[in-house]
Each structure stands twice: as C-alpha cells, then as structure tokens.
C-alpha cells in the first residue's frame, strides 16, 4: 500500500480495505463520535463498503488519509482534506481511536496534511471545524495555526470554523 506521507511518528496512505476493521471500532465509540454529526456503521460491512465507495481521491486528488504509527503500523484513525462543492471548502478532518487521544497524534497529522495541501496541492485556503464543547479538537486546529472565523449551526448544533490561507496570496480559488 502506497504510503503518501509521513511525519516524524506517522504514516498517511489512502483508505484500504484492510483498514475497514479498524474504522469500524472507530466510528462505534459513542465518545468518538460525540462531537463529529456523524452515524456509527451498521456492520463491519458498512465500513468495508464506505472504504470501497469513497471516491475523493479520483474526484478531487486528495481526501481523508488513513493513519498509521510509524513504528509498528497501528491503525490510529484518519487525518485528511476533504472538499466541497457546495461552499468550494477544504475541510481539514481528523478522528482517531479513543486509546490514541492526548498523544498529540492529531496536530502531528493536521499539521502534516496542511503542509501538504499547500506545498503539494496549491491549495489557497484550509478549514476545520470543531464544536465548542470539544475543546481538543478546536486547540488543534489553533496549534497549526488556524485562525478562528465564524460560528454556525447545524441540526442544532453549534460549530466553530478556523482557517488558514496559503502564505502565498497569488493563488486562485479552487
């Protein structure tokens, strides 16, 4: 499996089927999942059939990369870029394994895929969003370096949006 990037503790590659286990333990921890709008699998086959039909990578060049520990290939979660056509964002997203938290493994992550959507992908601007009550996952956001913008809500819920813009201002918009 072609292995992306890496920092100095992680590896970054594409979804595999061989991760579909491991996301599927992910996205069945209520905790996990507390502050992210999103539904637990239904099955194991649920994630396998997600990882077989997510297509961001052919769409768009980029996604939402599985992560791996570097010394002993550890499924961790995922760290990734993921846009959207209907408001012409990149997304910065990151989810891991509730044994992974507090081990700093998600500002490494961030940070290495922000560097990559600028160095590797021209991107102009990256966003996160984080709800308040999260407050781990909004100080990683602020680690990197992205900077607070606005508040909105959605299904009642209240988020938080950061970003960061390329430091080169010449660049278009996606």
Excluded at 51 to 56: E, L, N, S
Aim: charge should be positive; include cysteine.
């Amino acid at each position: 499996m072609q292995i992306l990037f890496e920092t100095p503790r992680l590896l970054l590659r594409p979804f595999h089927a061989v991760d579909a286990a491991g996301f599927y333990r992910m996205n069945n921890d209520p905790a996990v999942l507390r502050y992210t709008g999103d539904q637990a699998f239904a099955s194991l086959a649920a994630a396998e059939q997600f990882i077989a039909q997510y297509d961001h990578y052919e769409q768009y060049g980029f996604g939402r990369w599985t992560l791996l520990r570097k010394t002993d290939q550890t499924y961790l979660g995922f760290c990734g870029l993921k846009y959207t056509p209907a408001t012409k964002e990149v997304d910065l997203g990151y989810r891991l394994l509730r044994e992974h938290w507090g081990k700093a493994y998600a500002t490494e992550a961030a940070k290495a895929c922000v560097a990559y959507g600028f160095d590797q992908l021209l991107l102009p601007k990256i966003v996160g969003r984080a709800q308040p009550a999260n407050p781990a996952s909004y100080r990683v956001l602020e680690k990197i370096g992205m900077q607070y913008e606005k508040s909105f809500l959605v299904d009642d819920n209240l988020w938080l949006q950061y970003g960061i813009t390329h430091p080169n201002p010449m660049l278009k918009t996606i």
